[in-house]
């Protein structure tokens, strides 16, 4: 997948580099091209330490996230830079939609108590409505498989959180941008196709990492959450 991804990234003009991190030593042979950068990981460091990391390789305007399980449409981060620019956004992403054509759901709202009983319980309300009438929308927060960031936006909240080891971290630097008024803003008019692992679902050790990082999301924001209508109502 992450070699394909690649090969997907260097047809696009606008990428000027691609920041590849091996957190496991493997045998893969990748494309080769002068815009492609290694980081070779000695032991394996969480979502938010790689992509810490990886930003201070980066020397662009915008720094983009992305999950080596996606597929791109041709145009679409000179699609994403225009919409950004017209939703005044900090952060931006697109739909996310599965190989079959369904809209998933990267797009939520903050997750509560409430909402995550609701959910065990077969009910979920997080799911942030999509108004495909609309050229954008400003959700809470995106999904970590695809996140566009201004950089110096990024900078100024620290980046990822790298308490979290795995999940959730996602959610908190989309937090951290709205209690910093810098909007996050979803493209309608854009679309990935992820093809997800849901590995949370399946192994013990994901569980493990999504519960931890659950318990310590509610334990650093409960009864903190950002008034993001406020910023919303601004842009």
Known sequence: MVVE???????????????????VEETVVFPVSKKILLIRNTTPKGFASNHNAAFLKCKTKYFVVL???????????SELTACMLMANAKLIAPLVTSSTGQIEDSVRHFPTVINLIMKAFG???????????????????????????DSVSFAAVGGF?????????????????WKSQYPIAVSQRNRIVHNAHRESRKKIRFMIWHLSSLIRYFYKHVFRLPIASYVRSKN
Not at 67 to 77: A, K, R, T, W, Y
Not at 126 to 149: E, T
Not at 161 to 177: K, P, Q
């Open 5 to 23: 991804l690649c090969n997907q990234l260097l047809r696009h003009p606008e990428i000027a580099q691609v920041i590849l991190t091996l957190n």
């Open 67 to 77: 999950n080596p399980d996606v597929e791109l449409c041709s145009g679409i981060f």
């Open 123 to 149: 009910k979920d309300i997080s799911r942030y409505p999509v108004y495909l009438d609309k050229d954008y929308i400003y959700p809470d927060w995106v999904a970590g498989m695809f996140m566009m960031f």
């Open 161 to 177: 959180d790298e308490a979290f080891f795995l999940y959730y971290e996602d959610v908190d630097i989309c937090l951290r941008f």
